[in-house]
């Protein structure tokens, strides 16, 4: 697709220039309460794999977005798109609706020289 240089949305430090490729853009619908148990019902997590946490959750209350809480309902929702190795999801806006917060993000390669 393309190539680009800078930092990516959500990556803190090491706040440097990276160089990266993106390969796609998503948007991934979540609900912003309920129960992780609720989601894993009909998914299966590898051997030994725990969604850490309380059952319920609530990713948006207060105008406050809780990124932890988020990470988790993507994890049990099966929701991040498969990534190679070198690989990652940026997040780069979230919005939300009444009941659903919309992850808008891509997915960029690493580019190695």
């Known amino acids: 697709m ?3 240089k800078g930092i990516s949305g959500l990556v803190l430090l090491p706040a440097r220039p990276y160089e990266w490729e993106l390969k ?3 948007t991934l619908e979540v609900p912003i ?6 989601l894993l019902k009909d ?4 051997s030994g794999v725990k969604i850490a946490g309380e059952d319920n959750f609530t990713i948006y ?3 406050v977005f809780l990124l932890w809480e ?3 309902v993507l994890f049990a929702q099966a929701k991040y798109p498969s990534l190679e190795e070198d690989e990652c999801f940026n997040v780069v806006a979230l919005e939300t609706t009444e009941d659903t917060v919309l992850v808008h993000g891509e997915v960029i390669k690493a580019v190695l020289e």
Do not use: P
């Open 2 to 4: 393309n190539k680009a």
């Open 24 to 26: 796609g853009r998503h």
């Open 33 to 38: 309460r309920g129960k992780v148990s609720d």
């Open 43 to 46: 998914k299966q997590l590898a």
């Open 61 to 63: 209350e207060d105008n």
């Open 70 to 72: 988020l990470v988790r």
